[in-house]
């Protein structure tokens, strides 16, 4: 913890002031906590489905490993729905309205984003430049990571779920027809797209903590 002038700079006491920061116009984009779970709880059912899968090509087959596994599909389509629908309407909303709310939520930034600034500027320079440091060291470890878990599968957006999704619905059809390596793909999939996704949700909030850190530094020099 560092302490200058009363002020105090840390990176939980950064996220408090950048979370007490309002929304602005466009906070319908912000993806609300129950998606949040419920997407939480569609990827785990899915990724739990896969098992009896597994389990039917390696012991003899029983009923509750058919029921199991088309439960698990029907949970994690149903809860994933929600989540589906509201990212339809809201590619339809940008492309109507994409003009006007960029505008409006970039000049609510703009004003927010010096308020932030103007809190940074009583903290000595030093400790600015120690956390900015140790922000771009935690984007390093966590992009090394990244990798090595789920390469550059975050790139490919949904895709990793809608193919794992489409041979588990192949599978329900009839489980002794799908292959155990699709099976074996449809968990890794889930698996390593889980991974990427909240590591990419964990450099989005590193690089704006590395933003407003770099553009503090950057006015001092300017003044």
Same mark, same amino acid.
């Given at each position: 913890m560092t302490e200058a002038n009363g002020t105090r700079l840390?990176?939980?006491?950064?996220?408090?002031?950048?979370?007490e920061l309002p929304e602005?116009?466009?906070?319908?984009?912000?993806?609300p906590r129950w998606i949040f779970v419920l997407n939480t709880v569609g990827l785990l059912s899915a990724v739990?489905?896969?098992?009896?899968?597994?389990?039917?090509?390696?012991?003899?087959?029983?009923?509750?490993?058919?029921h199991m596994a088309r439960w698990g599909v029907w949970i994690a389509w149903i809860v994933l729905l929600p989540s589906i629908v509201r990212g339809v309407w809201l590619i339809l909303r940008s492309f109507l309205r994409w003009k006007a709310?960029?505008?409006?939520?970039?000049?609510?930034?703009?004003?927010?984003?010096?308020?932030?600034?103007?809190?940074?500027?009583?903290?000595?320079?030093?400790?600015?430049v120690e956390?900015?440091?140790?922000?771009q060291v935690g984007q390093a470890r966590l992009a090394a990571k990244l990798s090595f878990l789920? +390469? %550059? /599968?975050?790139?490919?957006?949904?895709?990793?779920?809608? *193919?794992a999704m489409t041979i588990?619905?192949? !599978?329900?059809? @009839?489980?002794?027809k799908v292959p155990s390596w699709q099976i074996l793909l449809?968990?890794?999939?889930?698996?390593?797209?889980?991974?990427?996704?909240? +590591? %990419? /949700?964990?450099?989005?909030?590193?690089?704006?903590?590395? *933003?407003?850190?770099?553009?503090?530094?950057? !006015?001092?020099? @300017?003044?």
């Open positions: 840390t990176f939980t006491e950064l996220e408090r002031r950048i979370q602005g116009p466009v906070s319908a984009l912000n993806t739990i489905a896969m098992v009896p899968m597994l389990l039917i090509k390696i012991f003899e087959p029983a009923m509750w490993m058919v709310e960029m505008v409006e939520q970039l000049d609510h930034d703009f004003t927010q984003f010096n308020t932030l600034q103007e809190w940074l500027s009583r903290i000595p320079t030093p400790f600015v956390h900015l440091r140790f922000a789920a +390469g %550059s /599968l975050d790139k490919l957006g949904v895709l990793p779920v809608l *193919v588990q619905i192949n !599978a329900i059809k @009839d489980i002794n449809a968990m890794f999939l889930l698996l390593a797209y889980s991974a990427a996704l909240m +590591g %990419s /949700l964990m450099r989005i909030r590193l690089h704006l903590y590395e *933003v407003v850190l770099s553009d503090s530094l950057q !006015a001092r020099n @300017d003044a």
